[in-house]
């Protein structure tokens, strides 16, 4: 089984990627000692890149990174690559919902998509991206418990009528965004 570290001190994205590749990838943690990268591309593939390649200059080992961003057609593509830090530095997640919340208030047309780009690199420099998309919409108010980040604003087209944070992982998996870029992830390293 190959084995990758994750760059991700994220935990909930960290259980969210473990799940997606469960059974197909050991994924290793993150080495305690290596710190936070700074995440200053203007792209997601940008800061995917970043990540995993500080990783593998940390445990000369391969590395996956990934970055998603939530792209809302009313804000011209925002938060975007600022999704993680939209309402500022070290926010909560609730207070990237508030902002967004607020900056949609009055706003008739709430169509969104989140996008998230996987990177592996390799000691040596190679390196493998792919790519997921989920379109929908951002609701009115929070609805459901499960999830993270904007999970409980978002609600995709595919999801008969529920946010993600209604929905349940397994559910939410097949679907999302995250879903679709680990599940090409796999797909491309099943033919290497």
């Known amino acids: 089984m190959m084995q990758l570290v994750c760059a991700s001190a994220n935990p909930d994205k960290v259980a969210e ?14 080495p305690s000692e290596v710190p936070d990268v700074v995440e200053d591309a203007d792209t997601l593939v940008g800061n995917a890149r970043l990540k995993a390649a500080a990783i593998v200059a940390a445990t000369g080992l391969p590395a996956v990174a990934d970055d998603t961003g939530l792209e809302v057609d009313a804000l011209d593509g925002a938060p975007g690559v600022h999704s993680a830090r939209y309402a500022g ?8 919902r508030a902002k967004l919340l607020s900056e949609l208030d009055g706003l008739t047309n ?48 595919e999801g008969g009528g529920l946010t993600f944070a209604e929905m ?4 939410k998996h097949a679907i999302s965004h995250r879903g679709r870029a680990f599940g090409a992830l796999v797909s491309e390293l099943k033919r290497r």
């Open 168 to 171: 349940t992982p397994e559910s």
């Open 89 to 96: 530095d070290d926010c909560s997640y609730a207070a990237n």
């Open 17 to 30: 990627i473990e799940q997606l590749l469960a059974g197909l990838v050991e994924l290793l943690p993150r």
């Open 110 to 157: 709430r169509r969104a998509a989140f996008r998230t780009v996987v990177m592996v690199i390799w000691p040596g420099g190679s390196e493998l991206a792919v790519e997921g998309v989920c379109a929908g919409v951002i609701t009115g108010e929070e609805r459901g418990s499960v999830g993270f980040g904007y999970d409980a604003l978002f609600q995709p087209d």
